[in-house]
């Protein structure tokens, strides 16, 4: 019997600190939604570069995937601080292949490839992500609009060959959205 009284002090230091942790419980573990669309944060700017010179890209972020802005095969957008990223969506857009790099800790020259998309075939893109960072950039390889020209025949040393010729199109977007997570409002919070 004594041996369970020793026992009791320890068995209610327990449950105090369990009832009192409740409340850190519930609100780690509480149920999660996407943010609002971080590009649409006052101060983000979108460009795309070309031969060294950054032309502005407003379109990509204004909110409306109906506006479409044709650009280069680079483009960067810029938080105007470091978020935790989450989901990436590009919408109305002919990307076939892309390369996603994140802006590093180590400031402008420092980016890190995070994922590739290859041989995508549809006109909205959604790229799950975990990082923090206020720098993204996408670089675009191949697009669905490209197109294989007809065979022309080459003389090389007295043979013709034929070969065809690959006509880039140009990248287009309607919409870059960036996401994080937070915890889900309830409907009498919204309004």
């Not at 957008?77 to 076939?96: A, G, M, Q």
């Not at 960072?133 to 490209?146: E, N």
Request: glycine share 8%; net charge neutral; hydrophobic share 35%.
């Amino acid at each position: 019997m004594r041996r369970h009284l020793t026992r009791l002090p320890a068995a209610f230091a327990l449950v105090a600190a369990l009832s009192g942790c409740s409340g850190a419980l519930k609100t780690l573990f509480a149920p999660q939604e996407l943010s609002d669309n971080y590009a649409q944060t006052p101060g983000t700017t979108a460009v795309y570069n070309w031969q060294g010179v950054s032309t502005p890209a407003p379109a990509i972020i204004d909110g409306d995937a109906a506006t479409f802005e044709e650009m280069s095969r680079e483009i960067e957008v810029r938080l105007p601080e470091p978020r935790p990223i989450r989901r990436i969506v590009i919408r109305n857009t002919n990307f076939e292949d892309v390369i996603v790099y994140v802006g590093g800790p180590g400031g402008e020259g420092d980016w890190k490839i995070q994922t590739q998309i290859r041989q995508n075939k549809n006109t909205t893109i959604t790229i799950p992500l975990s990082l923090m960072t206020d720098r993204i950039r996408f670089r675009i390889g191949g697009t669905l609009d490209d197109s294989i020209g007809p065979a022309q025949p080459i003389i090389v040393e007295g043979i013709e060959i034929r070969r065809s010729t690959l006509h880039q199109a140009r990248p287009k977007a309607g919409e870059v959205e960036i996401y994080g997570f937070r915890t889900k409002r309830e409907a009498d919070d919204v309004f």
